[in-house]
């Protein structure tokens, strides 16, 4: 080994000393910030929110500024129009983040939310009430808007957060988290119950990765490569959120106007979020086929299709033949895999082998179908005769979301509030001991 070598192997173990130093401070700022944000009412952390909403206005200007710097670069370096689609913020959408802050505001608190309560026989009185989490780390990515529907949630339930946003949306992130925290300060909430470690990169996102003791939960919100990044490398409990192999089955009953429309809606409203359909199942018996194949290539849809599909549409309307990997890919693109079933059995088996277990859909005029569908689908959402975008916090009053978990344990579905506190049991006596 040349002193070369070994000096870059020193400088290397101080950089990384010191990112560790400096995203363990973080954390140890945010566990500070946690207390009184826990001891806050209503009326302060709703002030709070209000008083972030009125800032992200008076600042839009500085907000889309920063956002068209992340664009651009974003561009330059061959982003996909889908992804940038995500990481692209409008007035509109800032208009938007501010109307979901609003509706939190009016939320009621989930903090102290009594789940059940009992005086037992001993005349002990015993009562389990939902508290904050504490810590709540956020890893996502190219998605400024979660910057602020985290923070918002976080503070609504009492909780610090810490953010890790990812390099693609660097200078609008740092420029809404300079504003959240200016607008926390404002009306006497610690500022740092809102802070990121993006000034870190990945480096500094490894380490809140292990920060365990000091981050109470890590939630990570993209695709498949961050979340399973996430999930072999922390220490600290993750709440898996995210991947959306979705599915939407056409019944053998489906009619074919709402057959459109759904298709239509799920596919390219938004290409580029999770509750997006990745695969449409026909039926064998269903006859609305070729209407919907046309009104989605008509809207730019690229179909994927295996060879029976490919028999039932006309000549000359464009697909490429499917393969295993189209009924595995999460596309987030306008792109769908479309698969011809003989039955609904047929169907759900499918989506047993290949769903994430985020949504799935189906569209059909018999009961009975709709109703099997619902049992035997295990996945975090089930839509009948409705679009899978509806997957979605403040699609379902929820006011916004941290991300949509598609596992069981602690949430599923939709992050909201409540999903946001863990309870507590309080128990009152009189001198009682147990015999």
Known sequence: MTAQ????????DAAAHDTEHAVHAIADAAREASRPMARANRALKDAGLLAIAHALTAHQDTILAANAEDVAAGRANGTTAALLDRLTLSAERVAGLVAALENLAGQPDPVGTVVRGQTLPNGLRMRQVNVPLGVVAAIYEARPNVTVDIAGLALKSGNAVILRGGSAAAHTNKALVAILQDALESVGLPRNAVQSVDDYGRAGAN???RARGRVD???????????????????VPVIETGEGNVHVYLDASAAEQM???ILLNAKTQRPSVCNTVETLLVNKDCSVLPAVAAALAGAGVRLHVDERIRAALPADLPSTPATDHDWATEYMDLDLAVHMVDSLDEA????????TGHTEAIVTNDLANAERFIAEIDSAAVMVNASTRFTDGGQLGLGAEVGISTQKLHARGPMGLTELTTTKWIVQGEGQVRA
């Open 259 to 261: 057959s459109v429309d």
């Open 217 to 235: 939960v890590l939630i990570p919100r993209g695709g498949r490569d961050l979340i399973q990044t996430v999930l072999n490398n922390s220490t």
């Open 5 to 12: 070598t070994v000096d870059d192997a020193a400088k290397d």
């Open 207 to 209: 380490v809140l990765m």
């Open 348 to 355: 759900v088996a499918h989506i047993r082998r290949w769903s």
